[in-house]
């Protein structure tokens, strides 16, 4: 297979003629160049700089310097995918429809207007990744990417509290007892590694690093990005522009979910469509962001109710069911209990694996 050529890339002709003009040709000039490496030596911006290898480093890979070619069976991707499991939302119902939770090794996008629980459903999988493998969990750990300032480390003490008191109250056999002795409020926020991005440049900064985190943390099961839309929605006026850094973003979670395991989530905000016929919300950045993930979950309000819809999935039909968020987390909306400021005992327990099938008192 060819190497990608700088001259063949989708980069604006500007940066085409510095890269070719400082010796880099092909992509596998660049495998060893660091971003401020590439700075100095081609006179390009930061942001420049990661596009670039955002665009072309994934293209000097083993295989395309004439590795082996290494194949997978449609039974081996099959296995894979059993063996990987999913991480449960503490809502039977959402968890059904996405045939258990939230699939591992897949990317998952979460749209959603303000205030109707988008970060709220990521904090509660960044705790739920982590409970122990006899309770049915991963006892994975997260990394939780915040753009916008959202992540409130109060509200996953309480989300964590109640797991740790509902796997307490599941426990049966000295396995599990032995589980919750490290199955505790510390080691779950010990468990989620927090980066705050300012905008766009930090952001795509910080995954460029990310697979090197992820080799040194194999525990990680969950990567979170809350939200994608925000450093790209009000750093970059350019368009086209826009476009290449959100395609080669899109390549880039693709392959770190598949390659290296965890379940990628990004949450997305909500614009309004415009036409003669009637204005609809819909999921910012575009048509072309549509294809990033494997699936969309749109979460929206009927009147008073919030509602988490499926409406892109490779394997499983498109639904929609009902949720709370509450006290103790994202929940099944039989479930009557307080919502999100108030603190009370844990409620709505669900059966085993956190199976997510209430017991209602």
């Known amino acids: 297979m060819m190497l990608r050529t700088v001259s063949s890339s989708p980069l604006a002709p500007s940066v ?79 968890d059904s429809v996405l045939g258990g939770g939230v699939p591992v090794g897949k990317t998952m996008e979460i749209c959603g207007v303000p205030g109707i629980g988008k970060t709220q459903l990521c904090v509660q999988l960044a705790v739920d990744v982590q409970i122990p493998v006899c309770f049915g969990g991963l006892g994975g750990e997260a990394v939780f990417i915040d753009t916008e300032g959202g992540f409130v480390v109060q509200r996953l003490v309480g989300v964590a509290e109640a797991a740790v008191e509902h796997c307490a109250a599941l426990a049966e056999d000295e396995e599990q007892r032995g589980a919750l002795e490290s199955f505790t409020v510390e080691k779950i926020l010990s468990g989620v590694f927090l980066v705050r991005c300012q905008d766009h440049v930090e952001l795509l900064a910080e995954l460029h690093l990310l697979p090197d985190f992820l080799r040194k943390h194999p525990q990680v099961q969950l990567v979170v ?19 290449r850094l959100l395609s080669a973003l899109s390549l880039r979670l693709t392959r770190l979910s598949a390659q290296h395991g965890p379940a990628v989530v990004l949450t997305n905000q909500m614009t309004t469509k415009v036409s003669t016929v009637q204005s609809k919300l819909i999921p910012a950045l575009g048509e072309i962001w549509g294809h990033a993930a494997t699936q969309r979950l749109i979460l929206h309000w009927e009147g008073a109710q919030r509602f988490a819809s499926l409406y892109k999935s490779s394997s499983h039909r498109d639904a929609s069911v009902p949720y709370h968020i509450t006290a103790e987390g994202f929940r099944d909306a039989s479930v009557s209990v307080s919502s999100v400021p108030s603190r009370s005992p844990a409620a709505g327990s669900h059966s085993k694996r956190p199976r997510t099938e209430q017991q209602h008192s």
């Open 16 to 94: 085409k003629v510095k890269l070719i003009n400082a010796g880099f040709h092909t992509a596998a000039d660049l495998t060893e160049v660091q971003p401020l490496q590439l700075c100095k030596a081609a006179g390009l911006s930061q942001e420049e700089a990661d596009e670039v290898l955002w665009t072309l480093r994934d293209d000097s890979s083993p295989l395309q310097q004439g590795a082996e070619l290494q194949s997978l069976t449609a039974l081996d991707l099959l296995h894979q995918e059993e063996t990987r499991g999913s991480i449960v939302t503490f809502c039977s119902e959402l």
């Open 225 to 243: 990005i809350d939200s994608v839309a925000f450093p790209f929605r009000h750093d970059l006026e350019d368009l086209s522009h826009r476009t």
